[in-house]
């Protein structure tokens, strides 16, 4: 492929690598895979999931996205929490956003940039149901880092929500979201003291009734 042969030499020093270190290592990740943890995190390339908790391949499911938004009109995102709760049996779902984060920089903004636009609509819905607490803030960097603390906990929210969680807990299985953010600055991850594991962390509003005998069952 014109332009990226230096990538394929390197995945070829890489495989190497990790052969000599493990004999088996690829023979056991060939098998089926069973994470325990669904990572809800930034595209942003500087926040790689399974380095900066370090976890081997396989350790962990992965979803990323501008900003670890999640809504549940994203049928990719949907579907990956329903793979991996109902059928991976994840425990725990850690929705993960970064400082410093341009997705939600750029929705603090008013610039128009194209299809993105649509998807900053999420997190300006969260500056909205904040806007007080962040008009307040007079340095635009801790405005900003307020910002994607509140972003991260209303995403975290937002999973719980989900009728694919509230099922899960439903019918007795163990599923616990966390909300985390992590510093470029340090390589460190800060907890925000959130772990949603039953229709109790949930608004009434939000609470929804298990399935009647009509609908799906598992």
């Known amino acids: 492929m014109a332009g990226l042969d230096h990538l394929l030499e390197r995945n070829r020093r890489w ?7 493990n004999a088996d290592f690829f023979n056991n990740l060939s098998r089926e895979q069973h994470p325990n943890y669904l990572w809800i995190g930034c595209s942003d390339a500087r926040v790689p999931a399974n380095e900066i908790v370090d976890l081997e391949p396989g350790e962990l499911f992965v979803h990323r996205n501008i900003a670890n938004v999640i809504v549940h009109s994203d049928m990719n995102g949907m579907s990956v929490l329903q793979y991996a709760i109902e059928v991976l049996g994840v425990q725990h779902v850690i929705v993960c ?77 163990s599923v616990q979201v966390h909300a985390w953010l992590y510093c470029l600055s340090d390589g460190l991850i800060r907890d925000l003291d959130v772990s949603l594991s039953g229709e109790a962390h949930l608004a009434a509003i939000h609470r929804m009734a298990a399935p009647t005998s009509g609908g799906r069952e598992r």
């Open 97 to 173: 956003g970064h400082y410093g984060c341009g997705g939600v920089q750029a929705a603090m903004g008013h610039a128009q940039l194209g299809l993105i636009d649509n998807w900053l609509r999420h997190i300006k819905d969260v500056y909205l149901a904040h806007g007080a607490e962040l008009d307040a803030i007079a340095d635009e960097t801790q405005r900003l880092n307020r910002f994607c603390e509140l972003n991260t906990l209303a995403q975290a929210a937002n999973v719980a929500r989900t009728p694919i969680v509230q099922n899960a807990w439903a019918r007795g299985q």
């Open 15 to 21: 495989a190497e690598r990790v052969r000599i270190a």
